[in-house]
């Protein structure tokens, strides 16, 4: 008569109750013991060896030790760290029985990171080192993360030509101002106009037209001379008596001039020669005289006239708060944009052969430019805008989203004629800065 309670038969004869286990599956667990690397000796070094598929020729021998960056539990394999701070890492897979990851075996190829498709990139960054799977990457440091601050910053501050960072020379240039066609068709009116002139008073005696022309030539002559000498000081007239705009009420694309005080950005530049911190613009400028014996500071330097020898400029991005509104906006001045300073430069320092010596920054500052300290008498001015002046700008008014900029202008600007002044009109092209007291400085003595 059967029990109702079931049993079984033990391996040594014994009976128990109960139903038998049932054998339950090994769960497959993965060595996180470092082995030791055996000289390339695949039958010696055991999975390891078998794992990496390492091809070894014998000649090559390495040190033994524990190989760093094991394969941990999880499957996954992290390579060797790099400078950048990447980490070459093998994506994860199935374990299989013998406890090596089904899908993660590493084949002989270029470590490096992945595409956004998974497939490792073809350019390695480094020398694959010994044949390894992994490999050492030496891209260099990983630049700083800034903090989002919402200003957008200039591009990098260089010194060289003039036109590198997106300025233009604020010394008013009559000739460059005027519309060349004009001036051409003058002159060719004023050659025919002689021409005739001189054929009548020689033909009949007649120097009526050759007087009417000579006067022409005189007016039009002393009017170029005129606007030659007063150009400048009638362009910063004419910003000064520009209506100021209210940025609160501007218009999207609206050519306006604001008035304010300046505040830097995330890039404050400092000044040349005097190392004046926190400006938005800075200039400095080497003349020359020249005598009649003495050397010529450039190409065009004409003798018994001061010529400009060296030029540095620079310009970045910055914030203005509008006196009108009390707004705050961004000009757009970096990035190589176009800009037209008309920013007041003061003498710094005044060089003549008997007082070289008596200032040695001035030396200094010459070395480190590499130009000549000869016999020559040289004039150093410098202006800047610093934080916390006055200026005035002229631009397009942008609105994106929350930020209102400033942005140069797509055309250059006429200021029109002057008849009061006699002066003719002058184009201004990109963003205009003005600012008269931001150097106001006295001359070092020397």
Same mark, same amino acid.
């Given at each position: ?17 109960? #139903? ?9 667990? &993965? ?10 000796? +695949? ?48 994506? #994860? ?69 003039? $036109? ?10 009559? #000739? ?15 050659? &025919? ?7 009548? =008073?020689?033909?009949?005696? $007649?120097?009526? =037209? ?10 039009? %002559? ?10 400048? #000081? ?9 209506? /100021? ?6 218009? /999207? ?21 005097? @190392? ?34 060296? =030029? ?25 944009? *176009? ?15 008997? $007082? ?22 040289? *004039?150093? @001015?410098?202006?800047? +805008? ?7 700008? &002229? ?9 209102? &900029? +400033? ?18 009109? %002058? ?20």
């Amino acid at each position: 008569m059967g029990s109702r309670f079931p049993s079984h038969q033990l391996s040594n004869g014994l009976y128990v109750s109960g #139903r038998p286990e049932q054998p339950k599956e090994k769960t497959p667990t &993965m060595s996180s013991v470092a082995m030791p690397y055996t000289g390339g000796d +695949i039958k010696k070094s055991g999975e390891l060896g078998k794992m990496f598929d390492i091809p070894m020729d014998g000649s090559r021998s390495r040190k033994s030790g524990p190989v760093s960056n094991a394969p941990s539990r999880t499957g996954s394999f992290v390579g060797a760290p790099s400078n950048s701070g990447q980490l070459n890492s093998v994506s #994860r897979g199935s374990v299989s029985a013998g406890g090596v990851p089904g899908s993660a075996s590493l084949k002989k190829t270029n470590s490096g990171p992945l595409n956004k498709h998974g497939e490792p990139l073809k350019k390695s960054s480094g020398p694959q080192g010994g044949g390894t799977a992994v490999s050492r990457q030496n891209s260099g440091p990983l630049p700083p993360v800034l903090p989002t601050t919402g200003l957008i910053t200039s591009g990098p501050i260089t010194s060289g030509p003039l $036109n590198s960072s997106g300025l233009h020379d604020d010394e008013y240039s009559f #000739r460059k101002s005027f519309p060349k066609p004009i001036l051409w068709a003058i002159i060719l009116l004023f050659v &025919m106009g002689f021409i005739a002139g001189g054929f009548i =008073l020689g033909a009949v005696r $007649n120097p009526i =037209l050759l007087v009417v022309v000579v006067i022409l030539f005189a007016a039009v %002559a002393t009017v170029f001379t005129w606007n030659t000498c007063w150009g400048r #000081r009638a362009i910063t007239g004419f910003i000064a008596s520009y209506p /100021d705009a209210e940025l609160r009420t501007a218009k /999207d694309g609206q050519f306006v001039k604001v008035s304010g005080v300046v505040t830097c950005g995330n890039v404050p530049l400092e000044s040349s020669f005097q @190392k004046v911190p926190r400006c938005v613009y800075t200039s400095t400028s080497l003349y020359e005289y020249r005598g009649w014996d003495s050397k010529a500071a450039n190409p065009t330097h004409r003798r018994f006239t001061w010529g400009l020898r060296t =030029l540095e400029r620079h310009v970045v991005d910055f914030y203005i708060s509008d006196f009108q509104s009390g707004l705050r906006a961004l000009v757009k001045t970096g990035y190589g944009a *176009r800009v037209t300073p008309y920013v007041d430069e003061s003498v710094v320092v005044d060089i003549h052969p008997s $007082n070289r010596d008596m200032s040695p920054e001035f030396v200094r500052w010459l070395g480190e430019r590499n130009l000549s300290t000869d016999d020559r008498v040289m *004039r150093l @001015k410098e202006g800047y +805008i610093k934080e916390g002046s006055t200026v005035s700008v &002229m631009g397009v008014v942008q609105r994106n989203e929350n930020v209102l &900029m +400033i942005v140069p202008p797509p055309e250059p600007f006429s200021t029109g004629c002057q008849w009061s002044k006699c002066i003719l009109p %002058a184009s201004l092209e990109g963003i205009v800065l003005r600012c008269e007291d931001s150097s106001k400085i006295d001359v070092i003595p020397v």
